[in-house]
């Protein structure tokens, strides 16, 4: 009788080895966060604006292209001017010395669509937005709810910050802007202008001086001040396509 118990028992024993061999093995643990240098954490921080706060912009989100640093940048344009280069996804504030600020930029249709010269007349904090009516006519079920305009806030396309360029006296309707999508800054992106993170849209509109020269790249121009006088241009980088975007 005991060994027919014993028998039982190890078939039972074979078969529970026999199962656990075939499991999967439990997955991998995620990856932990970046550390970022405590001068980057500061600088994305959570602030308080207006009375509104702005979340930190989480580690993943910033990579040696997205942060906001200064570099060596060549170019005759005077100092505060703003350079602007949509299809490597960079804005340059122009500094004395052969040196720049450059912040990593979201770019959609609308800020590859225009280049040449403008300037900034002014800007606003946590402006309101309101589609255009070709928008409403093309996209109702998206836009059709905020024709009466949407007051600024987090939600808001234009987010934090809203910088309008002109030629003359004419809206270019081409704004540089905050936004919330943060995954997006770095990228090409379907819709929208120039769009930045929140806390680098806030800092760089307390450099900008208003009438500030602006001058946004062509395609063959991008590139262009990154490298010293006489020397080739970098290679133009394939743009990272996301589809998913703010509508402004």
Same mark, same amino acid.
């Given at each position: 009788?005991?060994?027919?118990?014993?028998?039982?028992?190890?078939?039972?024993?074979?078969?529970? &080895?026999?199962?656990?061999?075939?499991?999967?093995?439990?997955?991998?643990?995620?990856?932990?966060?970046?550390?970022?240098?405590?001068?980057?954490?500061?600088?994305?921080?959570?602030?308080?604006?207006?009375?509104?706060?702005?979340?930190?912009?989480?580690?993943?989100?910033?990579?040696?292209?997205?942060?906001?640093?200064?570099?060596?940048?060549?170019?005759?344009?005077?100092?505060?001017? =703003?350079?602007?280069?949509?299809?490597? #996804?960079?804005?340059?504030?122009?500094?004395?010395?052969?040196?720049?600020?450059?912040?990593? =930029?979201? =770019?959609?249709?609308?800020?590859?669509?225009?280049?040449?010269?403008?300037?900034?007349?002014?800007?606003?904090?946590?402006?309101?937005? #309101?589609?255009?009516?070709?928008?409403?006519?093309?996209?109702?079920?998206?836009?059709?709810?905020?024709?009466?305009? &949407?007051?600024?806030?987090?939600?808001?396309?234009?987010?934090?910050?809203?910088?309008?360029?002109?030629?003359?006296?004419?809206?270019?309707?081409?704004?540089?802007?905050?936004?919330?999508?943060?995954?997006?800054?770095?990228?090409?992106?379907?819709?929208?202008?120039?769009?930045?993170?929140?806390?680098?849209?806030?800092?760089?509109?307390?450099?900008?001086?208003?009438?500030?020269?602006?001058? =946004?790249?062509?395609?063959?121009?991008?590139?262009?001040?990154?490298?010293?006088?006489?020397?080739?241009?970098?290679?133009?980088?394939?743009?990272?396509?996301?589809?998913?975007?703010?509508?402004?």
């Amino acid at each position: 009788m005991s060994c027919g118990i014993d028998m039982r028992r190890a078939l039972a024993g074979c078969a529970l &080895l026999t199962l656990a061999a075939c499991a999967p093995p439990p997955p991998p643990a995620p990856p932990s966060a970046p550390e970022l240098p405590p001068a980057i954490a500061a600088q994305y921080a959570t602030v308080q604006d207006g009375g509104i706060e702005v979340p930190a912009v989480p580690a993943k989100y910033l990579s040696e292209r997205t942060i906001r640093r200064e570099v060596d940048y060549w170019t005759d344009e005077k100092p505060g001017t =703003v350079i602007v280069d949509p299809w490597q #996804r960079f804005l340059y504030y122009v500094q004395p010395g052969n040196r720049a600020i450059r912040y990593g =930029v979201a =770019v959609g249709d609308e800020g590859r669509a225009f280049s040449g010269t403008a300037h900034i007349p002014y800007s606003r904090d946590w402006p309101g937005w #309101r589609p255009t009516e070709n928008m409403i006519r093309e996209f109702p079920g998206q836009y059709a709810q905020y024709r009466d305009g &949407l007051e600024g806030g987090l939600t808001n396309p234009l987010g934090a910050r809203a910088l309008y360029l002109h030629k003359g006296n004419r809206d270019t309707f081409y704004r540089i802007h905050g936004t919330s999508e943060m995954d997006s800054i770095g990228n090409a992106t379907s819709a929208g202008c120039i769009r930045m993170f929140h806390q680098d849209v806030i800092e760089l509109e307390t450099l900008v001086r208003s009438g500030a020269r602006v001058i =946004v790249l062509t395609e063959d121009e991008s590139g262009k001040g990154t490298a010293p006088p006489g020397t080739p241009l970098p290679q133009l980088e394939p743009p990272v396509i996301a589809t998913e975007g703010d509508p402004a």
